[in-house]
Every structure is written in C-alpha cells, then in structure tokens.
C-alpha cells in the first residue's frame, strides 16, 4: 500500500525547516481532530486538516472558512500531512515550500457524516470554527480545485458586514463647540474618502462607500493581510504624503460580525485604537479629547484645512460632526 506521506516528504527537506518530517509510514488512526492553521506563505491562506486514516487530509483555503452560508469559499486540496502537523507552529525559511509564517487559527473535534472521493460533510466543534460544512469537488475527478460551503445558518451573534452605508458628513461651522468637553477633535486629513472592509485577509476599497478602488492603491492591500484574522469595516480617507499613499483610518463601523455604528464615538474610537493600525501605509491618526483649540493650533501649523469636532456620545451618522477651518497661519 503507498505511503500517504510520500508526496509530502518529497516537498520537505527535515534538515531545513522545522516542519515535522517523519520518516515512518503513518500508523491508522479512528481519531476526530481538526486544525485550522493561518499561513503567511507568499500569499496568505487559511489550511484545513482533517484527522483520517493516519493522515491529516489537507485544504488550503485562501479567504479562511466562512461564517456566511451565502458565501463559498474556494479550497484547495494539497497533500497529506502527518498527525504531527497538527501542533506545529513556526517560521517555515524562505527558500523552502510555503516559506512563511504558520499560526494555529483554531484546533477541535470533527463529526463526519458523508466522507466521499468529491464530498465531505462535518461537523465542527472548535472555539473558533463550529457547525456543519461541506467541502465539494469543482474540478473534475481528478481536480484539486473544491469549494467549502457552510450549511448552518450564521452563528449565534455574528451579523453580516453592513452594506449601502453613507460615510458621515460633517457640517461646515465657523467656531469650535462651546462645550469642548463633549468633544473629540481630529485633523481635516484631505484626500480621497473611503470605506475599508477587510475580511479573509483581503482588502475592498470602496470611494464614499460605494465605487471600488482597490486598485487604485496596491501598497494598501498588505493592511489586511497584517489585520487578519480580523475582520472589520473601517471609515478613513487615503491621503498622499510625498505621492506616497496612507490610509488614514478614523472610523470603525463593523467589527468580527458585531456592527458598531449605534456605539458612541468614544467607544468606536477605543476599538479602532485595539486593531494596533501602524504601518507604512495605514494608520490611526490622533484624536484630541476636549482640545479643541490645541487640535486646530496643530491642523494650522501643519498646513492642513482645519479640525473635525465629533460629539463623544453620538453614534455613526446621527449629524454630530462639524468642521471647523484652521484659519490662517500666525506670523
């Protein structure tokens, strides 16, 4: 009988990468255990392992296992892996298959009920990944090319990214608000006004929420992949500095299937500060709580129009924004 290690022995080299490379032939097994591991390889991608027969049967799922029962994912089958997969986790050295990093996403227990040379049906019991599924081939008997669908309705507490949102907009005023302590300000960041939705790793830049522009700005899409798993919308503008494009990022709207647009300002705020954005091209910009004065005294030193005042209590779009003009530089 073949050895279901060969193909993935032959990939490996045990002296260069910290991979579990067993020598052995694997010993058969009746045991239920998935694994879900996130791999920065040359593309990011999500891999499933089933336990079965000794083996850990293997798809890498490009956008991760979805949550939407109205979204299919592609999943490609690779090669078996050894059980020790299982637990790996570590930096795979360039130059060697998948090079990159591998991270444990989830781990659990699996219930089959339909195991087919084209159709898998499971059960998932993870803390991360739950409910019935089916992987299905697409290309052909001998394909590799299959697709994962969830067969669950979406899980308890997890609601869809929102759709046909309007960015707020802030009402011109001539003066900072008379109570400053009701007040966040932000600078006036000019440039081109855009939602962010990040899911699976993948970035989808839409110019004032509706016009997609992910094109437009290449450098932005690595914001996701270093985001991932997290799954978010975010309001911002994608500013040039020096032709160099940074997304400016001010607003959270939706966060890993929880919509936050009925949030007050403050506490949307405190969750886009969580996400950690820093990077060449992303960003949080600084916020002034009850400084209203100081915040348009920096917008005018920097050249910028001025400073958004946005009320700490008011959720997304309830009309509490205004912008305020710097005025001109002092001499």
């Known amino acids: 009988m073949p ?16 991979e579990p490379v067993p020598s052995g032939s694997p010993a058969p097994s009746r045991g239920d255990t998935f694994v879900v591991q996130q791999h920065h390889a040359r593309s990011l991608h999500w891999d499933l392992r089933l336990e079965r ?13 979805p949550r939407d029962p109205d979204r299919n994912h592609l999943a490609v089958h690779t090669e078996d892996h050894p ?45 991360k990944v739950s409910g019935r ?38 009402t011109p005023a001539k003066r900072l608000p008379a109570d400053d302590g ?4 932000e600078l006036h960041w000019p440039g081109q006004r855009a939602f962010a939705a990040v899911s699976g790793g993948r970035l989808d830049l839409r110019a004032d929420g509706t016009r997609e522009i992910t094109s437009e700005y290449p450098a932005l899409r690595a914001m996701a992949e270093s985001l991932a798993p997290t799954e978010c919308l975010l309001d911002g503008v994608v500013v040039a500095f020096h032709r160099v494009p ?11 299937g929880e919509s936050t647009v009925d949030e007050p300002y403050a ?19 600084p916020h002034f709580a009850g400084g209203g004065a100081f915040a348009r005294d920096t917008a005018r030193e920097q050249g910028l129009p001025g ?25």
């Open 83 to 127: 059980m020790e997969y299982a637990t790996f986790h570590g930096e795979i050295p360039a130059g060697e298959y998948g090079a990159g990093r591998m991270t444990i996403y989830d781990r659990g227990t699996y219930a089959t009920e339909k195991w087919r040379d084209d159709e898998v049906i499971v059960v998932f019991d993870g803390a």
């Open 246 to 256: 940074v997304y400016m990022a001010f607003d959270l709207l939706w966060h890993n």
């Open 53 to 65: 027969d000794g083996v850990l049967v293997s798809w890498a799922v490009p956008r991760g296992i």
């Open 3 to 18: 050895d279901r290690l060969d193909a993935y022995r032959r990939k490996r080299d045990a002296k260069r990468t910290p």
């Open 307 to 331: 400073v958004i005042a946005k009320r700490l209590d008011a959720p997304y779009g309830a009309g509490d924004w205004r912008a305020i003009p710097a005025g001109p530089r002092r001499r």
């Open 182 to 185: 009701a007040y966040a300000f």
């Open 133 to 170: 599924y089916v992987l299905f081939r697409t290309g052909g008997k001998r394909g590799n090319d299959w697709m994962i669908h969830r067969m669950d309705p979406l899980p308890a507490g997890w609601t869809r990214m929102p759709e046909g949102l309007s960015p707020a907009e802030a």
């Open 267 to 285: 506490a949307r705020r405190e969750r886009l500060l969580a996400l950690e954005l820093a990077g060449t091209h992303w960003q949080t910009p």
